[in-house]
Nanobody
Framework: QVQLVESGGGLVQPGGSLRLSCVAS????????MAWYRQAPGKEREWVAT???????NYADSVKGRFTISRDGTRNTVYLQMNSLKPEDTATYYC???????WGQGTQVTVSS
């Protein structure tokens, strides 16, 4: 069993930055590939970024060059640094180990002037 708690969302102006955090508990964090997903109102949930156990990363084209995913195994935490934010990045962001049923409650990101 894994519990995931996201935080760090908020309201930010276009061009601004936020750093999201996801703390995992209940199971060895290091065994999981971790990913961030997001869901905007009225849209399907979409994949944003993935980090492997060896710290290899992949990004959706829509965020490549602006977002950075990282992990800290000592803190059982995965991060999403989001720079140059755009209004279309507005969504609820979730962390999720792919292939499992574990999801956090999400953290809301709103990009608006």
């Amino acid at each position: 069993q894994v519990q995931l708690v996201e935080s760090g969302g908020g309201l930010v102006q276009p061009g601004g930055s936020l750093r999201l955090s996801c703390v995992a508990s209940g199971s060895p964090f290091s065994i999981y590939i971790m990913a961030w997903y997001r869901q905007a109102p009225g849209k399907e949930r979409e994949w944003v970024a993935t980090i492997t156990r060896g710290d290899s990363t992949n990004y959706a084209d829509s965020v490549k060059g602006r977002f950075t995913i990282s992990r800290d195994g000592t803190r059982n935490t995965v991060y999403l640094q989001m720079n140059s934010l755009k209004p279309e990045d507005t969504a609820t962001y979730y962390c999720h180990p792919p292939g499992t049923q574990y999801w956090g409650q999400g953290t809301q990101v709103t990009v608006s002037s």
